[in-house]
């Protein structure tokens, strides 16, 4: 039980950023309709410009509290918009004089962003590990072990608290925006029918660009969580974050953002019980087998709305 | 004429400062501060500064998008339609393109000879590994191009059956000491197998699921050899795999070998050359089977599919046969040029079968021009022949390969080299060059 309360916990922090980084998938899709093969590495770039100002700031864990979450969240700020000027020339090169092309051609362009994304951060950053001291140690021991050693000791983390205060924090900060806002007026508009939204006086162009750069910040800070949860990046691990986003967006029904939260979540947990109960080899087979399940036979996904195909 | 021309250096000036600021907020932290493993800290990481690399990032996109708005983007008579008019246009290409393929059929029957004599036994060798490595990609490119070209059926996991092919030959020559000979059909018929089994349920997605499906079971192919311990070697691999034998005569020095039997001199070329012809036979079988099978009602309906599914589906085709066809024969060439790599390189890993090299193979098909079997041999020997020539430059050949494929696609998304024109079209209508717009997603 203590064990399975474990699994449990880092699977809803895992689920979190994998969600994060998938609201960047399903908005993308739902929208222009297309896969942003490149995401997972505006991902890694966040990560990366996280842990370059946290070193140049010299944010460590001796830092008094309040100044550390201070200089954390200024981190966060400026990582963000970083990202999102990365996320916006992603868009800008490869994508938009592709509108209006057949669909595979800004795959094939999203392929060649992805694999131009990694290559540069791994030459201008190098190729090895960037291991991290802890920021944030401690945390809450949920159950005691036993005075002999026997018994699991259930440890909530301080940095796991933070992410999921902050993932949900920013999930019904998002959901808001899109609801509420002009902007995510304009959004659903374009979602809905390009064109006529663009009759309406709605600039299409500057929507979608938007719309990559709310993606890339969010991923951006998906960046920073994974680097304080695990304390170690390095250029190769927006691939498989990609892919296994991709999948919590298609499961959760692509286009559709709680869907995306949902499925994050899922597939954290699966991904996290897997290894904590089957093996830890074949987690990602896990993760590649559910999207091929799920794509074959519920392609509409948990929350989306299935496709309509018109001749 | 003067004014206009000042407000388009002062538009061109303006343009390329926001290229360039854009420029600097991307490099500044990335170039510009690198996080690195210090040795003097304990472990910690530091920072090291390069702000000379940025101000040379930012000036190259400054001055390159300040030149490519004089002279291209906003000038009157942009140079690029000065220089197309130096370059025949593909129309007049055309005449030429039909004496391209028996060229390049002579000049790849002769090529050992050709560069023996011009280099000699020993300096030939690595201009020889050259050809064979560049032909296995062509012939890996003329399989895909039957899943991509022909069916329109987007494959990024290409590599898994490349790799079902190498690991089936070298499985079976080490737990059963069967021979290359036998194992070739063998690995082709599991590949295609393994197709089906894939194909099955995929086949009924939309080309981006497809694409992600198959991206999928690639990569769950190579870590489940990577982490099958027992049987596939994990990570060490599988090494001493058999060389093939010339109809059973083993290229050994002395008593009964190749050179013995043919009262040849030893020398260890002999065997490069004989590969060497293995792979040009097994690629111009791809080729010509490819060829045919175009010809055949299922060639026809694999066009009609790529052109129209729901036509198709109207007009009474079984896509899902249709398209597992394409898929099985697409993997069993995978299949067969795995088991050739296997043999060539005597050693394989899962290292060899990553995404990128499923990438590569893609971008030569697209390149090349969907559908066009003599693009796909160009686009091999530029490609694999850059990446060769820019060994040295290990590093960044992938950055520029990525950049490549993003540029190519935006400036000519029909492929670079050539276009293939459907092979048979209704009387009377002037076959139009099937552009890349046709490969597209199959309506399920």
Redo the contacts between chains.
């Keep these: 039980m203590e064990y399975f309360l474990q699994q449990l916990i880092n699977g809803v922090t895992l689920g979190s950023i994998y969600g994060l980084i998938a609201i960047g998938y399903t908005m993308v899709y739902g929208i222009i309709g297309m896969i942003n093969f490149a995401h997972g590495d505006i991902f890694m770039v966040g990560a990366f410009i996280a842990l370059i100002f946290i070193v140049t700031f010299g944010i460590t864990a001796s830092l008094p509290i309040a100044l550390l979450i201070l200089a954390l969240i200024a981190v966060l700020i400026v990582s963000m918009a970083l990202t999102a000027v990365w996320g916006w020339t992603v868009e800008r090169i490869a994508y938009r004089p592709l509108r209006g092309s057949f669909r595979l051609a800004p795959l094939i362009t999203a392929i060649g962003a992805s694999i131009a994304l990694q290559n540069f951060v791994q030459i201008s950053q190098g190729a090895r590990n960037k291991p991290l001291q802890p920021l944030i140690p401690g945390g809450f021991t949920l159950t005691e072990g036993g005075p002999n050693g026997e018994g699991f000791i259930v440890q909530l983390s301080y940095s796991q608290i933070l992410i999921i205060v902050v993932t949900t924090a920013l999930m019904i900060g998002f959901t808001l925006l899109i609801s509420k806002t002009s902007l995510g007026r304009a959004q659903r508009a374009c979602e809905q029918d390009r064109k006529m939204a663009s009759l309406l006086g709605i600039n299409v162009d500057r929507t979608i660009s938007l719309t990559f750069v709310m993606g890339a910040a969010l991923a951006s800070v998906a960046g920073l969580m994974f680097l304080l949860y695990y304390g170690v990046i390095d250029f190769y691990i927006g691939f498989l974050a990609g892919v296994k986003a991709f999948t919590a967006a298609v499961l959760g029904g692509i286009g559709s953002l709680p869907g995306a939260m949902l499925g994050g979540l899922l597939i954290g947990l699966i991904e996290t019980f897997w290894s904590g109960y089957f093996s830890v080899e074949y987690k990602d087979v896990a993760a590649f087998s559910i999207l091929a399940i799920v794509l074959i036979f519920m392609p509409e996904g948990l929350l989306g709305k299935p496709e309509v195909e018109k001749v | 004429m003067s004014a206009k021309s000042g407000n388009l250096f002062i538009d061109s000036l303006k343009d390329a400062a926001i290229g360039g600021l ?1 420029a600097l ?2 490099f500044s ?3 510009g ?5 210090a040795s003097g800290l304990g ?5 090291e500064y390069r702000w000379g690399a940025v101000a040379i990032a930012v000036a190259v996109v400054f001055a390159g998008r300040l030149l490519l708005n004089l002279f291209v983007w906003k000038a009157g008579t942009p140079v690029t339609q000065t220089a197309g008019r130096l370059i025949p246009s593909t129309q007049t290409l055309a005449p030429l393109a039909k004496y391209a393929m028996p060229v390049f059929l002579v000049l790849a029957v002769i090529l050992p000879f050709l560069l023996m004599s011009a280099y000699g036994s020993r300096g030939s060798r690595q201009y020889l590994d050259l050809a064979i490595l560049v032909t296995t990609y062509v012939m890996l490119g003329w399989g895909l191009n039957i899943v991509v070209g022909l069916a329109g059926l ?1 494959d ?1 996991g290409y590599v898994a059956f490349y790799a079902v092919g190498a690991y089936s030959y070298a499985l079976l020559a080490e737990y059963f000491g069967f021979s290359f000979w036998i194992c070739l059909p063998l690995a082709g018929i599991l590949a295609a197998f393994w197709g089906i089994i894939l194909g099955f ?2 086949l ?2 939309r ?3 497809l ?3 198959t ?3 690639g ?2 192919i190579r ?2 050899l ?2 099958w311990y027992d049987f596939t070697g994990g990570p060490d691999g599988i090494s001493g795999i058999p060389r093939p034998s010339f109809f059973g005569i083993e290229f050994n020095r002395g008593e009964g070998g190749f050179a013995d039997t043919f009262g040849l001199e030893y020398s260890s070329i002999h065997r490069i050359i004989f590969l060497y012809y293995v792979i040009l036979a097994m690629a111009l079988i791809t080729n010509f089977v490819t060829m045919r099978l175009r010809k055949l009602p299922v060639g026809r309906a694999w066009e009609a599919l790529r052109e129209d599914e ?1 036509a198709c589906r109207s007009l009474g085709i079984n896509t899902t046969n249709t398209k597992l066809t394409a898929f099985a024969l697409g993997a069993m060439f995978g299949g067969f040029a795995g088991s050739f790599f296997a043999t060539r390189q005597g050693f394989i890993s899962p290292e060899s079968f990553t ?2 090299e499923s ?1 590569v193979i ?2 030569i098909v ?1 390149l090349g021009g969907l559908g066009s079997q003599i693009g796909v041999v160009i686009a091999a020997v530029v490609m694999i022949g850059g990446f060769e020539f820019f060994r040295g430059l290990e ?2 050949r ?2 520029v ?6 540029i190519i ?2 400036w000519k ?1 029909r492929g670079l080299i050539s276009t293939r024109t459907p092979s048979i079209t209704l009387s009377g209508k002037k076959a139009k060059g099937i ?7 199959g ?1 399920g």
Excluded: C
């Excluded at chain 2, 501060?33 to 493993?37: F, N, Y």
């Excluded at chain 2, 552009?435 to 997603?441: F, K, W």
């Design positions: 854009i907020a991307l932290v990335l170039i501060m690198k996080a690195e493993v472990g910690q990481l530091g920072i987007l990024l349920p995929v009924r997605l080309g981006d699921y694409a992600i499906v991206l999928a079971f990569e769950i870590i489940v990577l982490n729901i995404f990128i990438a893609l971008a697209v590093e960044y992938m950055l390969f990525g950049l490549l494929m993003v696609m935006v998304p552009s890349a717009d046709l490969v597209q997603e309506h």
